[in-house]
């Protein structure tokens, strides 16, 4: 039997830990919390209240509040915190992972200070103890859906041909779907952007636009995504797949969406601080604007509705004035 540790006591942490429960192969999951008293609450009435409400964690699912006691004998560790802190997180899970376990991020977003993606994050903390087997996990999947039991399909990306169809198998279930990709680098890229477009979509809501705005959004967003991925070394077709169109049409329309909501409140005109101060999830695109701009720069490269966002978030700049830059840019073939 595998042991399963998960990283990452919010809602899509809590929700894979529901997940897997129900998946084809018998586990052994533990589920880290880093709040001791929201661990021991989860613990006591089987329910993440805090960020999963509603939704039952079972029984054989044990919640631990040390890391040391989580990770003891896992073979498979899931990282489902904010890209923020994954670093962090990832440092003081090192001396407790079993050499040779596999490593697998649920987290998107890229790291602030140094742009890097999840799973290059991860090597550069685990390599000097061994040589880490790495996967990335994403997609379109609603946490609160995905625990309801919900039809489910989403992306299992890794370099490891082998260890892709490993975990393919071990977290498949009746409504959670895995499809395998070996473009590490377009699953991810993918879907720290799309956490961007779907602020701008928001914002879109916000001011009271209407369905025409949306879809050029979404159309141009990808475009967008695209480009730049595309000329890091992704393919085009992981962005037309399921991490990217999939994840970005779920982002950018669905009512459950953090970033999304951040769009919408900044549309109304409350100020960003405002706007998280009453949040308790992370909206990962408001940290992921600024180092994705910064990488595209590094680059060369135009991300005229990244750049927009960015300074609705970090310049005070006016969701109208944004749209009315956007939309006033030379004109240009498709």
Request: include cysteine; aromatic fraction near 4%; hydrophobic fraction near 45%.
């Amino acid at each position: 039997m595998t042991k399963i540790a998960i990283l990452g006591g919010g809602g899509w942490g809590t929700a894979l830990a529901i997940v897997l429960s129900r998946s084809r192969k018998l586990h052994e999951i533990s589920l880290w919390v880093h709040n001791a008293g929201l661990a021991e609450a989860i613990r006591r009435d089987r329910e993440n209240k805090t960020y999963l409400p509603g939704s039952k964690l079972p029984e054989k699912v044990r919640v631990h509040p040390h890391l040391e006691a989580a990770l003891s004998g896992a073979q498979v560790i899931l990282g489902a915190m904010p890209s923020g802190r994954a670093r962090a997180v990832y440092a003081s899970a090192l001396p407790f992972a079993l050499a040779g376990a596999s490593f697998v991020s649920a987290s998107k977003g890229l790291e602030p200070s140094t742009h890097l993606r999840m799973s290059e994050v991860i090597a550069q903390i685990v390599l000097p103890k061994f040589t880490p087997r790495i996967a990335v996990l994403s997609g379109p999947s609603f946490a609160a859906e995905a625990a309801r039991g919900e039809p489910t399909a989403v992306v299992l990306a890794s370099r490891d041909a082998a260890l892709a169809a490993e975990l393919q198998e071990e977290f498949a279930g009746p409504a959670f779907r895995l499809y395998t990709n070996d473009d590490v680098l377009g699953v991810e890229l993918a879907g720290a952007m799309k956490n961007v477009m779907a602020i701008a979509a928001g914002a879109c809501h916000g001011l009271g636009l209407g369905t025409n705005a949306l879809a050029a959004l979404i159309t141009r967003g990808l475009a967008e995504m695209a480009r730049l991925a595309v000329a890091l070394g992704a393919r085009p077709e992981t962005l037309s797949g399921l991490a990217g169109l999939g994840d970005l049409v779920l982002t950018c329309t669905g009512s459950l969406s953090r970033n999304r909501f951040v769009g919408i409140e900044l549309g109304k005109g409350r100020t960003l601080s405002e706007i998280l101060a009453n949040m308790r999830m992370v909206a990962e695109g408001v940290n992921t604007a600024a180092p994705l701009l910064a990488l595209a720069r590094e680059h060369r490269f135009d991300m005229p509705i990244t750049e927009q966002v960015d300074a609705i978030l970090h310049a005070g700049k006016s969701p109208k004035d944004a749209i009315r830059d956007i939309m006033e840019r030379p004109l240009k073939r498709e």
